[in-house]
């Protein structure tokens, strides 16, 4: 594996997913663990190197980004305050102990008024898909819309969609006890729903359900317009670019369609590998090709 330049790691609260990089950027293997900074067990150490493995043998240096850099991963390593660009985050990476050179990648905060706002993670998707001006949206678990001038995150919102959703669908009055199943009419319904509130639109899950005008597998459905919609309703931008892929991906395309919003899609697994390499050749850990 002597073509191997640079080893990427996204390591999130619940799951990893690992890069082989070449010297020209492009990605030659990419492997995945449910080995979460929050779910796995052991040192951080341990469990890096029982899932790179056998790519450690040419001593290729390592650049992790996510939940791994956080207070309750391997090393804090410190906000980059907004506006940050590629070369702001590379200056300010935090090496690690590691037995091979590698160094966690800082995540970025913004203040806006009495409103805080931090990401980890998702700054290296952003380097990669390397947008002069734009606001991207990266639906999640957290999921954030970045407004970005200049190549720089100059500001950015977060919703707690995803966990709010799991949180709703499995415990309390929302959570039906039975297999759901897509509903294109339900999602739309929740999208226009939105506007009543979300906190009372998600409401109306339960009462169109017991009334007779929700169907029981189409309640999720209806839950994720309402929040998904509540996220397009309150953003402002005319233009979007969406970062995401499968049903995730479809449901907040659909979303943005029916809001009236221009979006261009962008798979994100490639901008992870791809934001790292950068922020790698920004700090003169790989060199330029």
């Known amino acids: 594996m002597t073509d191997t330049a640079l080893l990427g790691v996204d390591w999130g609260s619940s799951s990893l997913r690992a890069f082989r990089i070449a010297a020209d950027g492009s990605i030659l293997d990419v492997r995945r663990s449910a080995d979460g900074v929050f779910t796995g067990k052991g040192s951080f150490d341990a469990r890096l190197r029982a899932v790179l493995g056998d790519w450690l043998g040419d001593g290729v240096p390592i650049l992790l980004c996510g939940m791994v850099g956080s207070d309750r991963g391997w090393l804090h390593a410190p906000y980059v305050p907004a506006p940050a660009g590629a070369a702001d985050l ?56 970045a407004d970005i001038a200049d190549g720089r995150i100059v500001g950015f919102r977060t919703y707690v969609t995803g966990e709010l959703r799991s949180a709703l669908l499995e415990h309390g009055a929302l959570a039906t006890g039975v297999a759901q199943q897509p509903s294109a009419d339900a999602f739309a319904q929740g999208v226009r729903a939105a506007v009543l509130g979300v906190t009372r639109a998600l409401f109306q899950a339960r009462a169109r359900r017991l009334l007779g005008t929700l169907a029981p ?6 839950v994720d317009g309402v929040l998904i919609g509540e996220e397009v309703a309150r953003e402002t931008a005319s ?37 790292l390499f950068e922020l790698a050749r920004q700090a003169g850990i790989v060199a330029a090709v």
């Open 90 to 145: 590379a200056r300010a990476m935090v090496r690690t102990p590691f037995e091979r050179p590698a160094w966690i990648v800082p995540g970025v905060s913004f203040a806006d008024g009495d409103g805080r706002e931090v990401m980890r993670g998702e700054e290296a998707l952003i380097v990669g898909l390397q947008p002069q001006r734009a606001t991207v949206c990266l639906p999640g678990t957290h999921s954030k819309w």
């Open 239 to 275: 233009e979007v670019v969406l970062a995401a892929r499968g049903a995730i991906a479809e449901s907040y395309a659909a979303a943005l369609a029916l809001g009236g919003r221009a979006f261009s899609t962008v798979d994100p697994e490639p901008l992870a590998a791809r934001g």
């Open 217 to 222: 597998e189409h309640a999720a459905a209806f």
